[in-house]
């Protein structure tokens, strides 16, 4: 046992309230918590003091020896007999210091934890997930869809409670409602395990609802509809809060997601507000110039020019005809590459015509592409002797 001042351990005053002691124990538990200080003796060491001064000032009637007393009320033979705590020891086992350190550990591991008195009774539902498919062309404007889902609903007979009578279940003499055991191991360490005779829900139902077979809940197929915002990404995930599975014995409900998979798209590909497009020209149309229309993906039709002299991939940028951007007025833009075909399956005119234009472009001047690209390289063709 420490001899140090509990009040100063705690770094509280002596007329400081329970909750405020509470306040300050959890706090400095957090801080010298061995899980937290590997190795550390000690941080180990003050730990145990701080518990140790815990278990007494929470409790009104050690608190009180103790303001009177001192350490010496805890002391083995108390005070010749006449203090009523003689002989004490210091118990970390169920309630007080458990009940906290149930607390931080919780921190520890980043959730909640369910008051003591209540146990897991109130479980809350299971979350849902719906898989969604939608179009290109809805993803752009926004679409409702009407979508069934298997879920469960609250047994009207027991009104969750999953008793033939419909009321509360009695408390668990085991656990005392808690719907854990715990266990003091090593003297310090708190081993916790779930209930075996209520199984973790604190309660006992001694006759079952025959509707629900006891499970307060029961199966049901739910319509709703879906409001998919315009410009919404594949893969995106929307929660819909409450629609999940119903909450047992009185618990709030899951939450329903619905993921969205953007269906591939005939003409256009899709990265993040802009679309592109592969659009085939004729040869004749790439070097002559011309006009060509295409869909847009609001169903318009959009004319685009093509420029004399076009080569094969050469994008075309069009300007706010992409996709929506989500939550915004604003548009992403169009760009259409263009893929120059030969043409095959030629008449013997058309044969002719091409003849006629190949014998008239032997300077190459028309190609100067190809004209530069050989003259790169004709150093490397073998001379011939």
Do not use: W
């Not at 085991?174 to 055991?181: E, Q, T, V």
């Not at 997601?257 to 020209?281: C, D, Q, S």
């Amino acid at each position: 046992m420490t001899e140090q001042d509990y009040y100063e351990l705690l770094e509280v005053s002596k007329t400081a309230s329970g909750e405020e002691i509470k306040k300050a124990y959890r706090k400095m538990a957090m801080k010298y918590h061995p899980d937290r200080n590997p190795g550390d003796k000690e941080a180990e060491t003050k730990f145990k003091e701080i518990n140790e001064a815990y278990e007494v000032l929470k409790d009104e009637q050690k608190r009180a020896a103790y303001d009177r007393y001192g350490h010496q009320a805890f002391a083995q033979g108390g005070m010749g007999g006449g203090n009523p705590f003689g002989g004490f020891e210091f118990n970390f086992g169920a309630g007080g210091f458990s009940d906290v350190f149930s607390d931080i550990f919780s921190e520890f591991m980043g959730g909640g934890r369910r008051g003591a008195d209540n146990g897991n009774y109130a479980e809350r539902g299971a979350d849902l997930r719906y898989n969604l498919e939608i179009s290109l062309e809805e993803a752009f404007a926004g679409v409702e869809k009407e979508i069934k889902i298997p879920t469960t609903e609250v047994c009207e007979d027991c009104h969750g409670h999953g008793t033939a009578d419909g009321k509360e279940p009695e408390v668990c003499p085991m656990c005392h409602g808690s719907g854990k055991i715990r266990k003091t191991q090593g003297g310090f360490f708190i081993v916790e395990s779930t209930c075996p005779k209520c199984k973790g829900t604190g309660r006992i139902i001694k006759e079952a609802c025959k509707k629900c077979g006891g499970q307060g809940v029961k199966p049901k197929e739910k319509m709703l509809k879906i409001k998919i915002p315009a410009g919404i990404e594949d893969g995106t995930r929307m929660r819909i809060g409450g629609e999940g599975q119903a909450g047992l014995r009185g618990g709030s409900n899951g939450d329903l997601y619905v993921f969205i998979t953007v269906k591939e798209h005939k003409l256009y590909e899709r990265e993040g507000a802009n679309l592109y497009a592969r659009i085939p020209i004729s040869m004749a149309c790439a070097a002559l110039g011309g006009k060509i229309e295409i869909p847009s993906i609001d169903g318009e039709k959009i004319e685009l020019s093509i420029t004399a002299g076009t080569q094969n991939d050469q994008v075309y940028k069009i300007k706010n005809e992409g996709m929506t951007i989500i939550r915004s007025q604003r548009r992403g833009d169009l760009f259409v590459k263009m893929r120059v075909e030969t043409p095959v399956n030629l008449t013997a005119k058309q044969k002719e015509l091409l003849e006629a234009f190949r014998a008239e472009s032997k300077d190459d001047n028309c190609q100067p592409e190809a004209k530069g690209f050989f003259d790169k390289i004709k150093d490397l063709f073998k001379s011939v002797a």
